[in-house]
């Protein structure tokens, strides 16, 4: 079937504008991560949703950022009051939620903050 | 704690030349050791992974060693092909935890 899909490719904003990134996973996966990679860097954790457990917020850099998930569904990533600083790759995963499972990536937005 | 160490950050071999990549950690409690294979404008994809009661894992080219005392583990890349060029990322985790650390990557360039 298709592999996680990410909205849009790329997106372009002026500083203090909020914007919106979507991720659809692959079906039936029912974990979802987000992940932020800066030019010519790892990749940093932002934030995992499991089902209907409460979400794993851990790396989420700052109250500018938040991320919902419906269900086992589409989730979207919001930045507000964007800065340069938030200019990266954010890439999206999906897991079947088993132990040890394969995470697989989507494309990834890349985000630039004017 | 959290943090996995990469090297080299770019790497450079021959075509037919062997490629190794090395990663160390601190956080004893990671369980899951996998590398990924990124492509220019692409996502990561998943290349090879080991857990912790093995030393090496291969397939095809590729191995992965594994040094549980010394908290290491690296990539080989066998017959190095200019298809390989890509930047490779180590990571880990705990299987409670499962969001991945991932190492700053190293970019590899083979040449014909």
């Known amino acids: 079937g298709a592999g996680v899909s990410q909205s849009p490719s790329n997106k372009v904003t002026e500083k203090g504008k909020d914007v919106e990134l979507r991720c659809d996973p692959i079906s039936g996966h029912t974990a979802l991560y987000w992940y932020r990679q800066r030019l010519g860097q790892g990749l940093e954790f932002l934030i995992y949703f499991q089902g209907n457990s409460a979400p794993d917020k851990s790396g989420l850099p700052s109250d500018r950022f938040s991320a919902e998930r419906t269900g086992e569904s589409v989730s979207t990533l919001t930045i507000q009051r964007t800065q340069q600083e938030d200019s990266a790759v954010y890439l999206c995963?999906?897991?079947?939620?088993?132990?040890?499972?394969?995470?697989?990536f989507g494309p990834g937005t890349r985000l630039l903050v004017l | 704690q959290q943090q996995v160490k990469q090297s080299p950050q770019s790497l450079i071999v021959q075509k037919g030349g062997i490629s190794i990549i090395n990663c160390a950690y601190e956080?004893?409690?990671?369980?899951?050791f996998p590398w990924y294979q990124q492509f220019p404008g692409k996502g990561p994809a998943l290349l090879i992974a080991i857990r912790p009661d093995v030393s090496e894992k291969k397939e095809g080219r590729f191995t992965i060693s594994f040094n549980k005392s010394a908290k290491q583990f690296s990539l080989h890349i066998m017959d190095s092909q200019p298809g390989d060029s890509a930047t490779y990322f180590c990571a880990a985790t705990t299987t409670g935890r499962r969001a991945l650390t991932f190492g700053s990557g190293t970019r590899l360039q083979v040449q014909p």
């Open positions: 995963a999906s897991s079947s939620g088993h132990s040890g499972e394969t995470q697989y």
């Open positions: 956080n004893t409690a990671f369980d899951y």
